[in-house]
């Protein structure tokens, strides 16, 4: 079945830092979905990527979709405590249908203040 | 946030017993899922549903059933619990289509003694 994987599993850093979280899936994606779950809460949905190549901002957040449809990243420019938490990747079925919609295992981001 | 509620929020029970979490959404969203949280395993899909009584199986779906007889409920239903089975069930819905975004619910912490 479709395997997304995502990179690092944790990621610890200094306020202020930089940072950045890499999914990876086996088969070419329709289009990639992004989600923040804050320690204790729920998922959230942060955006959807659907064209090749795109890159997409939300303040300090940027998203970037792979040429090939099969890989996207997130980065975090000058983290803040705000930004604590686990983000996900997902990518509906490999059917193609948006319906269906496997995840990544999630980075866990930490900051230091 | 969509309007989705999950009950019980927490449950004690023991081996073998059956139990049922229920989702219940006023956004009258066609599609409902059923996910489960694991520490190292992200989301997986358990099961999910596309319309009133259409429900199709996902990646981890031994050991449960659901039903949807009314499009703002979904029963998640454990028929025997095992100890395998202590985990954070989320409940999920979306338009699916154009957005394709989930909304989740607050979750619902099983613990099978």
């Known amino acids: 079945g479709q395997q997304v994987m995502q990179i690092p599993q944790y990621q610890h850093v200094q306020e202020g830092e930089d940072f950045t979280t890499y999914c990876n899936s086996s088969t070419t994606l329709s289009n990639i979905q992004w989600y923040k779950q804050r320690p204790g809460g729920h998922p959230v949905f942060l955006i959807q990527?659907?064209?090749?190549?795109e890159v997409k901002k939300q303040k300090r957040l940027t998203f970037q979709f792979g040429e090939a449809k099969k890989n996207s990243s997130l980065h975090i420019t000058a983290t803040q405590t705000t930004d604590v938490g686990t983000y996900f990747c997902?990518?509906?079925?490999?059917?193609?249908?948006?319906?269906?919609?496997?995840f990544g295992k999630g980075t866990l981001l930490t900051v230091n203040p | 946030d969509a309007g989705i509620t999950q009950s019980p929020r927490h449950k004690v029970t023991e081996t073998g017993t059956p139990v049922t979490l229920r989702c219940h959404q006023t956004?009258?969203?066609?599609?409902m899922y059923w996910y489960r949280q694991d520490p190292g395993h992200g989301l997986r899909l358990i099961h999910y549903?596309?319309?009133?009584?259409?429900?199709d199986k996902g990646e981890v779906s031994d050991g449960y059933s659901v039903s949807r007889s009314k499009t703002e409920d979904f029963l998640l239903t454990l028929e025997s619990a095992t100890s395998s089975q202590t985990s954070v069930y989320f409940c999920?819905?979306?338009?699916?289509?154009?957005?394709?975004?989930?909304?989740f619910g607050e979750g619902s912490r099983l613990t099978v003694l």
């Open positions: 956004e009258n969203h066609r599609y």
């Open positions: 990527l659907v064209k090749s190549g």
């Open positions: 997902a990518g509906p079925d490999s059917g193609g249908s948006n319906y269906k919609l496997t």
């Open positions: 549903s596309y319309g009133v009584k259409d429900t």
């Open positions: 999920a819905t979306g338009l699916a289509g154009r957005t394709g975004e989930l909304f």
